[in-house]
């Protein structure tokens, strides 16, 4: 197939992610997936099973807004997750989702969501103006059928202003206007589960 030179540099860029958050440690095992939406309104994701600090370019695909290969790759099955967000969220051009240790810690403890407040760092989601602005992260209990999940999450977004949400035992999904918004959003998330750990382990 031939792409198009945003597909083209959407898929260098997902590359380009994948490797730094694998020096994370956020991704483990081939687990996670990074997806790009275009101005056409179709996705670049990366494929099924591949580890995603070894991806090249040709390990993203294309895929319409239903979660549909549009190039005869195969996409990952929580590739319905992407599409949800994507739909319901004009403004999300990028999702994250690591299977972050921190992120899965977490949802062993809280059972609904967590409340982020009074941390300097909550400025990294750009409608946060100051520390005291609260970030609700709502869980959700894994489920192998990804369809009955989507449709779980779906009408959480109908209630709920969301900028992030934990699937308990499994990892984190958040995404922005831009890659590297959804990233910084990550990189904050990751800082402020680390806290809300240590904070929990003090107070055993
Ligand atoms: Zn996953």
Known sequence: M??????NDAAKQLVLKGKLI??????PATSGNFSIRLTDNTIAITVSGKHKGNLV?????????????????????ETLLH???????????????????????L??????????????????????????????IPIFNNDQNILRLAELIDLYFTQHTCY??????????????????????????DFLFACELQLSALKR
Not at 2 to 7: A, G, L, T, V
């Open 164 to 189: 992030a949400y934990i699937i308990a035992g499994h990892g984190l999904y958040t995404w922005g206007e831009t890659l590297d918004i959804a990233y910084r959003q990550l990189e904050a998330l």
């Open 2 to 7: 031939n792409y198009n030179n945003e597909f």
């Open 57 to 77: 370019t040709d390990d993203i695909m294309l895929i319409n807004a239903n979660a549909e290969s549009l190039d005869g790759k195969k996409p990952s099955a």
């Open 22 to 27: 694998d020096s994370k440690g956020w991704v």
């Open 83 to 105: 599409t949800s967000i994507y739909q319901r969220f004009s403004q999300a051009r990028a999702v994250l989702h690591p299977h972050s240790l921190n992120s899965v810690v």
């Open 107 to 136: 949802s062993r403890i809280y059972n609904d969501k967590i409340v982020l407040k009074d941390y300097e760092l909550l400025k990294a989601f750009s409608h946060l103006t100051s520390h005291e602005n609260e970030l609700v």
